[in-house]
């Protein structure tokens, strides 16, 4: 088949971009000045987003002690919402002498850390570390502040 015109290829390539009925996603459409795009939500992407939800609901990394940190980053592991170094960052002892049941402000202390090693030479593999390990903690901060705004 032979195509001489822009009509007949772009209606050729809007065939073949439709979506299967077998897909097992979520089709949102926009139009923007006469083109239209459609995105995709697969079942893993929103059960990764319920799994960030049920975790935040759960746990407050501004109030958490070791044991509890424990629970969740073993959930985040589990749910594949984070690196197995993350994890490791997440579990890492703040003190050797420190009662696993107390409740700090893991947050706070995560950030303040990082902010430190970046003023202080920390090598890049380490900042980038201690920067993803800073966002996972916001993200679940701010999802638990986004259910107390929803109630």
Do not use: C
Not at 58 to 71: C, M
Not at 100 to 121: H, R, V, Y
Request: charged share 20%.
């Amino acid at each position: 088949m032979k195509i001489n015109q822009t009509v007949q290829a772009s209606h050729l390539y809007q065939m073949q971009s439709q979506p299967s009925e077998t897909q097992k996603s979520d089709n949102v459409s926009t139009s923007i000045q006469g083109t239209s795009a459609s995105v995709r939500i697969s079942s893993a992407g929103r059960n990764a987003e319920h799994n960030w939800q049920a975790i935040a609901d759960k746990y407050d990394v501004t109030n958490i002690s070791t044991y509890e940190r424990g629970a969740m980053t073993a959930e985040l592991l589990e749910n594949k919402l984070i690196s197995s170094t993350e994890g490791l960052s997440l579990m890492a002892p703040l003190s050797i002498n420190a009662n696993p049941e107390t409740k700090i402000n893991f947050l706070d202390i995560m950030q303040k850390g990082f902010e430190a090693a970046k003023s202080n030479g920390t090598s890049q593999k380490q900042i980038e570390l201690m920067k993803s390990t800073v966002n996972t903690l916001h993200q679940l901060h701010a999802l638990a502040g986004n259910k107390d705004n929803n109630t």
